[in-house]
């Protein structure tokens, strides 16, 4: 079972895009059947990269709206936050509405 400790990026803008983007776990003691937890569910998708970093595709249709959703490793009860934001944050990744 391995540890979180944190993730990158830490939020995004939420909404309708294209272009997904890899969330990554870092934490100690990963193995190649851990999950990580997004949200409640173990994501399937999950990608294990090293015993220090896991990795997911996350597509911004998985928010409508800005919210908080918890990211965990499967079997460890540490919680960290992602933040899907109602609009970019400066310095961090963000999709924009393709222009009409």
Same mark, same amino acid.
Request: with cysteine.
């Given at each position: 079972?391995g540890l979180?400790?944190s993730?990158f990026?830490d939020n995004?803008?939420?909404?309708?895009s294209?272009?997904?983007?890899?969330?990554?776990?870092?934490?100690?003691? +990963?193995?190649?059947?851990?999950k990580?937890n997004?949200?409640?569910?173990?994501i399937?998708?999950?990608?294990?990269v090293?015993?220090?970093?896991?990795q997911?595709t996350?597509?911004?249709?998985?928010?409508?709206?800005?919210r908080?959703v918890?990211?965990?490793?499967?079997?460890?009860?540490?919680i960290r936050? +992602?933040n899907?934001?109602?609009?970019?944050v400066?310095?961090?990744l963000?999709?924009?509405p393709?222009?009409?």
């Amino acid at each position: 079972m391995g540890l979180i400790s944190s993730i990158f990026p830490d939020n995004m803008q939420c909404g309708d895009s294209p272009t997904a983007a890899v969330l990554s776990v870092r934490g100690s003691g +990963f193995i190649g059947t851990d999950k990580i937890n997004y949200d409640g569910a173990d994501i399937g998708s999950t990608v294990v990269v090293s015993a220090t970093e896991m990795q997911m595709t996350l597509n911004p249709s998985l928010a409508t709206q800005p919210r908080y959703v918890p990211i965990k490793v499967t079997g460890d009860t540490t919680i960290r936050r +992602f933040n899907w934001t109602p609009g970019p944050v400066p310095g961090k990744l963000a999709w924009y509405p393709a222009a009409p």
